[in-house]
């Protein structure tokens, strides 16, 4: 799976990435394992499993992600 993201969702990481409390690395270690699970998909879901929720967008807007700041989309 290819992960795009926008500069906003990378300047919260890198501000994750740096908090060197507990709290922080704890976020940061869960953002990065569900990226490694994302990465690992072989295709978009075509259902909401426990772990991925799609987000539901007008068909005039439609594109296959996960949040508005993190797009996901199979490679091809």
């Given amino acids: 799976m290819n992960i795009d993201w926008s500069r906003e ?3 919260q990481l890198d501000r994750l990435e740096e ?3 507990d709290r ?3 976020i940061f270690d869960l953002f990065a394992f569900m990226l490694s699970r994302l990465r690992a998909l ?3 879901p ?3 499993t ?3 929720k799609r987000v539901r967008q007008s068909r005039k807007n439609q594109r296959d992600c996960v949040s508005s700041d993190l797009l996901v989309s ?3």
């Fill in 74 to 76: 199979a490679e091809r």
């Fill in 24 to 26: 922080g690395t704890q």
């Fill in 50 to 52: 426990a772990m991925i």
């Fill in 46 to 48: 075509d259902e909401d």
């Fill in 19 to 21: 908090d060197a409390t």
């Fill in 9 to 11: 969702f990378d300047r």
């Fill in 42 to 44: 072989d295709q978009i």
